[in-house]
């Protein structure tokens, strides 16, 4: 592709809830910018953002794709992103470095949940915004019902530049309310506005020139003092309306019988900021700590922004990055300032889809690709040693939802700890863990999707299988009482025997205070050579307590008296008589079963309180506190055991329309009421016989 200068690029993105049409409309806008010579379609997997196996296969987005176009000598760096909640860190990385987001809404459903989000987004990172409704040819379409939609949720500066000419299967094309003409008809020949939408377009042009004027000073006064604004005066004031966030056009199309998409192309053109309207971006010194301000010049310091990260099947990993200031080119070193060591750069690439092209180099505002950088990652900033700067980081979501990991053979086993690092770094949204209490390995996500699809990932580009389930609860045991019992371990066999007689006693502590071990031995009735392989007895039977084989915690154990033989003791059947003795003591002492009880907050919209707190009531949780937000939000503060909730981040999303977010942490152990205990035991010990047999 030709080389253009920072003032005609346009990083744009295309965001919007799952399914609402992005990836159709990324598709047409490539064909009209004669990039494909047909469009393809989601349901057959053919277009060219979503190649990935499992996008083909689910036909949805799970990756962001680049997919720069030329038009009209202005290089459009577009990105596609998912619009599904398991997939929102793609678009985290996106609205990292674009300069305009598209969002898209469907004209018969509206406004989802994905667009809204994806809107806060753009909104925290003062993002400008175009909206595009799409979807215009579809049964039940209407333009009308949905920008109310969207005025009602975003507010008044949603302003219409474009009305519709008709709906459904009888939409044709639309009026322009800037140059105030009709176009209609495939290659949408210019007429004039039917008599019918005359009124309609006059009054939303009325409403479009006074947020124009309100943008640009000189244009207030001429608009005050009656005068009429041209047709280039109202563009140049939506420009700076756009730019400024004061004005958000909203522009219309049916992408799929690609009508009216061109327009969409110029409204990027004609209304979205470049870099260098943007200005320039701060980034911090590393050695000073100090705020460094970065114009989107060739001739400013070298500072390349890595925002995603991949492992490609055939050039190995790669990196994506935007360049915010300076040159990046192949072939060189750079100095990576958020880890503080040189890379070497090979081969620069754009990206466009799955299909690399390669370039010499890349300037300010510019999106690429490099490969088989050795340690950069998302989130690393790429520049000179003479002029280190770090730019801001991106901040993912913490994960919500948890499964096992098992793999299918001993070859996957081998290989599971390098391919799970390997999903780690290209997504950081993941994480992966080992449970101490129960051995398992763990991944972190956003849901179960999110989880499955990181799966098959693992198995497409690493070849490691691996099982998925519901990690296990890490249940544990503990005494209510105090008891004693005593146990001797005697056996005579040719040469020494063994001997060990400890008598113990157990009581509980407090919740969290785990174990302890005392003695009150008097008269060297043990003596103390021995006591220590006591304890140790003692610690090697905690893991597995009486009730269902799970860890013993919050006890205290003494050992307080017994006996020794001076030949035959030691340490081994000290040890033995020790382990046996605490078994006892347990069984006597009233043992219970713990749960992990975990902190719930839940914000949801007000409507969907009442589901919420009926569903939590379910789940054997206790709601702490209600409190109302200024925003129409609710938080909900409860706590729940965590066998209750390990499914919780999907069944929100059911009970809210995927409107609820929720945070969870560990806050401590309780005992399980008895009747759930008695289900768990029995469990326990039908998987316990099971095995052993």
């Known amino acids: 592709m030709k080389v253009v200068p920072v003032e005609k690029i346009r990083n744009v993105g295309l965001f919007s809830h799952g399914g609402h049409g992005k990836t159709t409309l990324a598709e047409a806008m490539l064909f009209n910018a004669g990039v494909i010579s047909r469009m393809g379609r989601v349901d057959e997997g053919t277009t060219v953002s979503d190649f990935d196996p499992e996008e083909i296969r689910r036909h949805i987005s799970v990756q962001l794709s680049l997919l720069p176009l030329d038009w009209k000598d202005y290089r459009i760096n577009l990105i596609d992103t998912p619009g599904y909640a398991d997939f929102v860190s793609e678009v985290l990385e996106a609205m990292r470095v674009v300069d305009t987001a598209i969002l898209v809404f469907e004209a018969v459903s509206g406004v989802e949940v994905g667009a809204e989000r994806a809107w806060k987004y753009a909104a925290d990172r003062g993002v400008p915004r175009i909206i595009v409704i799409g979807k215009m040819d579809r049964e039940n379409a209407d333009f009308n019902r949905t920008l109310d939609q969207v005025v009602a949720r975003f507010g008044n500066r949603v302003l219409p530049i474009q009305l519709p000419i008709g709906s459904q299967e009888a939409f044709n094309g639309f009026v322009d309310l800037v140059t105030m003409k009709a176009y209609v008809g495939p290659q949408l020949s210019e007429e004039e506005i039917p008599s019918s939408m005359r009124a309609d377009a006059d009054a939303a042009r009325e409403k479009l020139i006074e947020a124009v004027a309100e943008a640009d000073d000189d244009l207030l006064t001429k608009y005050l003092e009656g005068e009429e604004l041209t047709q280039e005066e109202i563009r ?13 056009p909203v522009l219309c199309t049916a992408a799929l019988v690609n009508k009216a998409v061109r327009p969409v192309l110029d409204a990027i053109v004609d209304y979205a900021p470049s870099p260098a309207d943007r200005g320039p971006v701060t980034a911090t010194d590393p050695t000073t700590n100090k705020p460094v301000t970065l114009a989107p010049s060739e001739d400013g310091p070298l500072a390349a922004f890595i925002f995603k990260s991949t492992a490609d099947p055939y050039v190995g990993k790669l990196s994506y990055f935007r360049v915010f200031s300076g040159v990046l080119r192949s072939d060189s070193h750079v100095w990576n300032a958020t880890r503080g060591h040189e890379e070497r750069l090979g081969q620069l690439y754009l990206i466009r889809g799955k299909s690399q092209e390669p370039v010499v180099q890349l300037g300010p505002g510019e999106l690429g690709a490099v490969a088989k950088l050795q340690e950069a990652g998302i989130n690393d900033t790429l520049c000179t040693r003479d002029h280190p700067v770090v730019l801001d980081p991106i901040q993912f979501p913490e994960p919500l939802f948890t499964m096992a990991v098992q793999p299918k053979t001993k070859a996957d086993l081998d290989k599971l700890g390098g391919a799970l690092a390997r999903l780690v770094e290209e997504d950081p949204s993941l994480r992966v863990h080992k449970d101490p209490d129960t051995g398992e390995t ?27 389930s519901l990690p296990k609860v890490p249940f544990k045991e503990t005494v209510l009482g105090t008891a004693k019992a005593e146990y001797k371990h005697k056996k005579q066999t040719g040469g020494h025997g063994q001997y060990g007689h400890v008598f113990l006693e157990i009581e509980p502590l407090a919740r969290g205070a785990g174990f302890e071990f005392g003695e009150r031995i008097v008269g060297g009735v043990v003596p103390k050579n021995f006591i220590p392989a006591v304890e140790k007895g003692i610690r090697e039977a905690l893991p597995e307590g009486c009730l269902a084989g799970y860890p013993v915690v919050d006890v205290k154990v003494t050992l307080f008296d017994g006996s020794y033989h001076s030949v035959d003791s030691s340490e081994i059947a000290f040890k033995i008589a020790a382990a046996q003795a605490f078994k006892k003591c347990l069984e006597l002492a009233h043992p219970i079963l713990l749960e992990p009880i975990v902190d719930l907050t839940v914000t949801v919209p007000e409507q969907y309180v009442g589901d919420v707190m009926g569903d939590l009531n379910t789940r054997r949780a206790r709601v702490l506190g209600m409190y109302p937000q200024e925003d129409g939000q609710t938080v909900i503060q409860a706590q729940a055991p965590l066998a209750e909730v390990q499914r919780y981040a999907t069944d929100l999303r059911s009970l809210t329309q995927g409107r609820g977010v929720f945070t969870m942490k560990f806050a401590q152990y309780e005992e399980v009421p008895p009747h759930v205990a008695q289900a768990i035991i029995a469990q326990a010990k039908k998987e316990h016989g099971s095995r052993s047999e």
């Not at 140049?236 to 958000?248: P, S």
């Not at 179960?448 to 070849?463: P, Q, Y």
């Open 236 to 248: 140049r004031g939506l420009r700076r309306g756009v730019i400024g966030g004061t004005i958000f």
């Open 442 to 468: 763990l991944i972190d996500g956003l849901g179960e999707s999110h989880i499955d699809i990181a799966a098959e990932r693992m198995h497409r580009k690493f070849g490691v299988e691996v099982t998925l």
